[in-house]
């Protein structure tokens, strides 16, 4: 049984430490995934292991992704377990996976993604709409270009790119676009508080803030930007076309105001006037989206 | 200046450890205000203020909120701060709070609260609704009887519970009730959270779990059991009675069979069928009180 200075647990050093983790993930291109049922949504959605290290009680339950993997599943005790991470690790397996290329936004708002062909507007002929992917594709979900898209701009908690990505998968968001400095959705946390909804929903990073929309609006659609202030039009009320990518800011700031005013249209989320007069006058970023997600497919 | 060992700073010993500040609070009647802004919301909702441990650079600007509190007011060092609380504190201010009586459900309810009368649906003559309280109240806002209610089972997050009291606030949710086990609104991470808002909107607490909805019923509330189960009624398209009173459940299990069942109608919020597919089919309960008080206020 290894123990914590084995170079080869080098994967899963120091979990609490957000900078270390941030320059480990980088360089090694790998992400971690905690407990049973995340392990299993990244395994599912074609993230290759590099590793796994798990104590005795999961071995069973977990025996399937454990198959094949030789010397690269790693048994240890609770204690050697902790003393890696950093900290209880309660859900008792973590596996180290290999990040993959993102793909670039104009294929997510495509619906392409490396070697697969969007069904798009015009499926191909012969390929039934609903029958699942036609046979020359891999079995990617996006193979349909998005109608309904969030895009994130600076978030900086994990945990909250997370969740977001969780509301965006459960109500039906087909694509999230990043901004170049938005936090990363496969750090450790932000997997973990998504449930592994970052797995299930494409995503890709712009690699430009600045014209950062010009590549939605070519790509037909109606850009709302997200706002606090009250003299936007509700999000409930305002016309949407058929392609509609909703802009959330930053949780202290919120959207920057070259974003807010190059956005087709402000919209906000009404508040209570009452609300209004004690101070207690906004939302943070994941119970707005939860509401902005719901409202975007209302429509 | 006071050390970490200094008597008078026993009320913030050890802001981390869950279990001696469950003890603490409960055997001294006291809560944690952190941060200028929230210390400030406290002070404005009327509760008496214990003492104030901050540093330096806090005084200024809390110099009104301090005046007359003279050796009630303790200022440290960073470094003495981070030692007592057991975690940097950012916000660089911490003020221990008395509690005060909660009210009970029925006095939430009817919006009546200690020596408060309510509004509710017959004025007193002579009091000009929407033009203020009536001269002889105190200035409660919870004067007048609430419409719409969220109930909350057993949450254990005190996170949650906060977030969830910031949403209500901001939505415009007139009051929560609390199922006995919930956790503690005035919790340090509660209040925190919640921004405040934990003083803004009336709660009480309910001393019988098993007939807990008897109340509501009895104050003429309409129950909506909310649940993942996709074969309820859309929240949104739910008929609604005048008064309405929605039942969140705990964040593993949800409602308990007994409120899911005793409650008037069962409601969801529809997921996205592909969602379901891949398994990402729940929101966290923060994101579904969102929806949920946001879906409540529309109607």
Not at 132 to 146: T, Y
Not at 171 to 181: C, F, I, K, N, Q
Not at 227 to 246: F, I, K, N, W, Y
Request: charged share 25%; proline share 7%; aromatic share 4%.
């Amino acid at each position: 049984m290894p123990d914590a200075s084995d170079p080869r647990l080098a994967d899963y050093t120091g979990l609490r430490d957000v900078e270390l983790r941030k320059s480990l993930e980088a360089e090694h291109g790998l992400f971690i995934a905690e407990g049973e049922k995340v392990i299993r949504r990244a395994v599912s959605a074609g993230y290759p292991v590099r590793s796994v290290l798990l104590t005795r009680r999961w071995t069973a339950s977990l025996a399937d992704v454990l198959d094949g993997l030789g010397d690269r599943v790693h048994v240890v005790d609770d204690d050697v377990m902790e003393e890696i991470a950093g900290f209880p690790v309660h859900r008792g397996a973590l596996a180290s996976m290999e990040r993959r290329p993102l793909p670039t936004v104009t294929e997510v708002l495509n619906g392409t993604r490396a070697g697969v062909t969007a069904a798009g507007g015009s499926p191909p002929e012969g390929a039934a709409a609903g029958a699942g992917a036609p046979e020359e594709a891999a079995p990617e979900r996006d193979a349909v270009a998005p109608r309904r898209v969030l895009v994130l701009e600076d978030l900086v908690d994990h945990g909250n790119v997370g969740a977001i990505f969780r509301c965006a998968a459960a109500l039906g968001v087909e694509a999230v676009v990043l901004s170049p400095r938005c936090a990363d959705p496969l750090y450790r946390r932000s997997v973990k508080v998504s449930m592994g909804a970052v797995f299930a929903i494409p995503y890709a990073r712009m690699d430009n803030w600045y014209d950062g929309l010009a590549g939605l609006r070519a790509a037909g659609f109606q850009t709302l930007a997200l706002t606090p202030d009250q003299s936007a039009t509700p999000l409930d009320e305002v016309p949407m076309a058929h392609r509609v990518a909703l802009l959330l800011g930053s949780e202290g700031d919120g959207l920057s105001s070259r974003w807010l005013h190059e956005a087709d249209e402000p919209v906000c989320i009404p508040m209570s006037p009452a609300a209004m007069d004690l101070g207690v006058d906004s939302l943070n970023v994941v119970a707005a989206a939860a509401i902005a997600c719901h409202g975007l497919m209302r429509r």
